[in-house]
Nanobody, 125 residues
Framework: HVQLVESGGGSVQAGGSLRLSCVAT????????MAWFRQAPGKEREAVGA??????????KYAGSVKGRFTIAQVRSKNTVYLQMNSLKPEDTAMYYC?????????????????WGQGTQVTVS
């Protein structure tokens, strides 16, 4: 069983930056994909980006709305995934969630992930 704990959220002005962290505990095989999603009030949960690295294959994929502004990094030895968010916009305001799981098809699909954190709030004004 995997537990995910996010941190690093907060309030920031437009144009600012934040870095979110997600620490995974429990059984987290290298074949798990790690991802960030977000959900604004009244909207569906949407993908921000995902990172896969099993030691031989690695890639990172981003949603179009954040590409070029957000970066996902992974420190596997610490079981930690980071989301560096730059040039933040008011429309980035949302609860941000970390997710993990074996992904068969689409790393940006919320339905592919089995484990979720509780979320951390990001507010951009």
């Amino acid at each position: 069983h995997v537990q995910l704990v996010e941190s690093g959220g907060g309030s920031v002005q437009a144009g600012g930056s934040l870095r979110l962290s997600c620490v995974a505990t429990g059984y987290t095989p290298s074949s798990y994909c790690m991802a960030w999603f977000r959900q604004a009030p009244g909207k569906e949960r949407e993908a921000v980006g995902a990172r896969y690295n099993d030691g031989s294959i690695s890639f990172t994929k981003y949603a179009g709305s954040v590409k070029g502004r957000f970066t996902i990094a992974q420190v596997r030895s610490k079981n930690t995934v980071y989301l560096q968010m730059n040039s933040l916009k008011p429309e980035d305001t949302a609860m941000y969630y970390c997710a993990a799981g074996w992904v068969n098809r689409n790393v940006l699909s919320k339905y592919e992930y089995d484990y979720w954190g509780q979320g951390t709030q990001v507010t951009v004004s």
